[in-house]
């Protein structure tokens, strides 16, 4: 397939939509390749990845869940308190997504940066026949959930990628704007 054909089809997946199989691990290891070749403003490589499999995934859950409770306080609800301990078994792989900051570029060039390895990723994970989809949220604010990541200071958790082998690929596609839509032309 052409990158463009590999582009196209990406779409992200869901748990409900895993079959519960595990990701080969070289197919995690070539997804964290990828991201290293993304575009990076002074060449800061600004991403950091942590990994979560196996009873690992346990760990994140729980840790995820008491972030939760602890930033919310009083609103926190047990139902959302389970969905997060529940929710990171359905998958495969979860991989948290940091942005080391580097201040000799503005923050927005190293999130901006982040992005572009995350599409990277996303985007092998899908010729590779794996899938999932980067959810941000709430809980990519909690700070306090930060040091369990490594990160600290002014760097930023920018969320997770929850990964699992997709059912029924390739997923349809989605309506999207057209070229016309999103260009302007001069000259
Ligand atoms: C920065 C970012 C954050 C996202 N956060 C969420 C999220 O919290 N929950 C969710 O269901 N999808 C999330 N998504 C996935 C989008 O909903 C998804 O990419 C969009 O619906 C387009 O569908 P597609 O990826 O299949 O093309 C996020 C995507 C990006 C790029």
Request: glycine share 8%.
């Amino acid at each position: 397939m052409s990158a463009k054909d590999i582009i196209q089809n990406r779409r992200s997946a869901y748990p409900p939509q895993f079959t519960g199989a595990e990701i080969p691990r070289e197919t995690i290891i070539a997804m964290l390749d990828s991201a290293r070749f993304a575009p990076t403003h002074r060449l800061t490589q600004p991403w950091r990845f942590n990994v979560f499999s196996g009873d690992a995934r346990e760990t994140f859950a729980r840790a995820w869940a008491e972030a939760y409770k602890t930033h919310e306080g009083e609103n926190a609800k047990q139902a959302t308190y389970d969905k997060f301990i529940k929710k990171p078994m359905s998958c495969s792989h979860v991989i948290a997504i940091g942005m080391k900051r580097n201040p000799i570029v503005p923050e927005f060039e190293e999130i901006a940066a982040v992005a572009c390895a995350v599409q990277n990723m996303l985007i092998t994970a899908s010729d590779l026949g794996a899938g999932g989809y980067w959810s941000t949220g709430g809980h990519a604010f909690y700070h306090t959930f930060k040091p369990f990541f490594g990160l600290q200071g002014d760097d930023r958790l920018l969320g997770f990628l929850f990964l699992g082998m997709p059912r029924n690929l390739p997923l349809p596609p989605r309506e999207r704007l057209s070229v016309d839509e999103i260009s302007v032309w001069h000259g």
